[in-house]
Each structure stands twice: as structure tokens, then as C-alpha cells.
């Protein structure tokens, strides 16, 4: 072989080499990341609010009050992403579907008691169990896959911190949390994951399967905070996760923060709250 065809040879490999490397850039590329408007809402709709939504890149609403009509609604008239918020430790005390699929084995229990969290007088279930993953697999394809959402917004995953000093309950929960990321995953491999705070070992442990994080309560006032910041610095450059922040408090100097970081900012109206659109 001559060096001239031994040249050709390599720069053939060469192009092959580089279109396969662009290829899989472009599966593994997080859509998230081009997001740059978006808000949380949790209240009712209407058409109204319908159409203001396709105004925005991305949308964490409440499932429950949507139709398949709606959704195809906002994509007719926009790209807008979707994402259905789901809890994943607290059971809201309205949400009677998924009460009526449960007793009094599926929910934790601490010390023989069931947890309780007084200040929105819901009870908490047991993730650690299969038949509660169900549960939520069950309630994520019906209430927000079956309607044309494009991801899930899991909330309520800070539980599994507050129990870092009780290791029997720790492990429980965290290999529960890993289990259900696994099993959806598995079952819907082409939706978006975002998960709501849960930093930590937690966090370490499910970056490998969420596709965004949201740092809700966002702020640099402590060490903690600064922490959390770090952390998400990291995963966002090694596992290509999307960051998404909103605040209670001084919104200008953490809507600076956030967008010095890179992240994205959903700026919440006059101390509002998610349940009113404004």
C-alpha cells in the first residue's frame, strides 16, 4: 500500500469517526438546556391561561386539571415542553385516586407511626415498597403520560434527606427513589425527568437519570447554599443536567445570581404563589 491510499484510508476513518461522535452528541444532547422562559403552575386552567402558556419554552403544571385536549391545544400552537408535576413521598390529602389504591401498609411509618407532615396535612408513603412505586408508575402514565406531556416533575424527594441520621429508613427511601427512577426510565425512556431539590447524596445517586434539577427556594446566603451551588456546577458539566431556579426572596439579586450561573430564572410576581397565574 502506497502512502497516498494509506492517507486516504485515514482521513475515510477520520470522517467516520467524527460522524459517529456528532451522532451520539446529538442523542445525548439534553433539549432541556435550550429552555430559556418558563413558569410553574399548579391552579386550574382555562383557555386563557391555555394560550398564555404557549408563550413560554417550558411548563411544570398539575396534571390533573388537564385534557389530551389541552395539551395537543398548546402544541398546535407552540413547541411549548410540558411537564407533569407528580409527588413522590407526600400523598395530597385531596388527591383521592391515588388514596383510594392505598391502605395503611403503603404509608412510611417511623417508629410504628405514620409520617405526617402537619404543615400541608399530608401523610407519606412508602417508596421503599413495590406496590407504592406502582402506585405512582400507574398514576405518572395515566394522569400525565395517556394526555401528550413531554416529562414529569418529581417533588417531594427532600423527605428522603430528612432521614439521613435514621440509616434503616435512609436506605429504604433512597434505594425506593432509585428503583422508581429505574422503573420509569425503563417504561418511558423518551420523556423528560426534573427533579425538585433533593441535593446531596441524593442527588449524586439520581443524576444519573434526571434530565433537570429545579432549586426551588433558590439562594447563596450560606455555606449549605453554596454546597448545593457547587454540586449542581458539577452535574451540570458531567452529566449534562439542565438547572432551573425560582425564589421567595429578593427576586432581582437571585434572578442576577441565577443568570450569572447560567440557569434559568422563573421570577414569581409580587411574592405569588404556584396555584395563581399571573
Known amino acids: ?3 497516498k491510499n494509506a492517507n486516504l484510508i485515514i482521513a475515510f476513518l477520520l470522517i467516520i469517526i467524527s460522524v459517529i461522535s456528532y451522532y451520539k ?3 445525548n444532547y439534553n ?5 430559556r422562559s418558563f413558569k410553574i403552575y399548579y391552579g386550574s386552567i382555562n ?3 391555555l394560550e398564555d402558556m404557549t408563550k413560554y419554552e417550558l411548563i411544570i403544571a398539575e396534571a390533573a386539571h388537564f385534557q389530551k385536549e389541552d395539551v395537543d391545544k398548546i402544541k398546535r400552537e407552540n413547541s411549548t415542553i410540558l411537564i407533569g408535576y407528580l409527588s413522590v413521598l407526600e400523598v395530597g390529602n385531596w388527591d383521592k385516586e391515588i388514596l383510594k389504591k392505598m391502605d395503611t401498609d403503603n404509608f412510611l411509618k417511623v417508629n410504628g407511626k405514620k409520617v405526617f407532615n402537619e404543615k400541608y396535612n399530608n401523610y407519606l408513603g412508602n417508596i421503599g415498597q413495590e406496590y407504592f412505586r406502582k402506585v405512582l408508575i400507574s398514576t405518572l402514565e395515566e394522569r400525565i403520560i395517556s394526555k401528550g406531556f413531554d416529562g414529569v416533575f418529581l417533588d417531594t424527594v427532600d423527605w428522603v434527606n430528612y432521614y439521613e ?3 434503616e429508613v435512609y436506605i429504604n427511601l ?3 427513589y432509585e428503583e422508581l427512577l429505574k422503573e420509569v426510565k425503563d417504561k418511558f425512556p423518551n420523556i423528560y425527568i426534573i427533579q425538585n431539590r433533593g441535593f446531596g447524596n441524593l442527588l449524586d445517586l439520581s443524576s444519573k437519570y434526571v434530565d433537570g434539577v429545579l432549586w426551588e427556594n433558590f439562594k447563596l446566603q450560606s455555606s449549605n447554599d453554596e454546597i448545593i451551588r457547587n ?3 458539577r452535574l451540570e458539566k458531567k452529566k449534562d443536567i439542565s438547572i432551573f ?3 421567595f426572596q429578593n427576586q432581582l439579586e437571585n434572578q442576577k445570581l441565577s443568570e450569572k450561573l447560567g440557569w434559568k430564572y422563573f421570577k414569581l410576581e409580587n411574592g405569588g404563589s404556584f396555584n395563581k397565574w399571573q
Open 245 to 247: 431556579t425560582v425564589s
Open 25 to 27: 452528541f446529538i442523542k
Open 231 to 233: 454540586q449542581l456546577i
Open 174 to 176: 433512597l434505594k425506593g
Open 47 to 49: 383557555d386563557s391561561i
Open 31 to 35: 433539549e432541556l438546556n435550550k429552555v
Open 1 to 3: 500500500m502506497n502512502i
Open 165 to 167: 441520621k435514621d440509616e
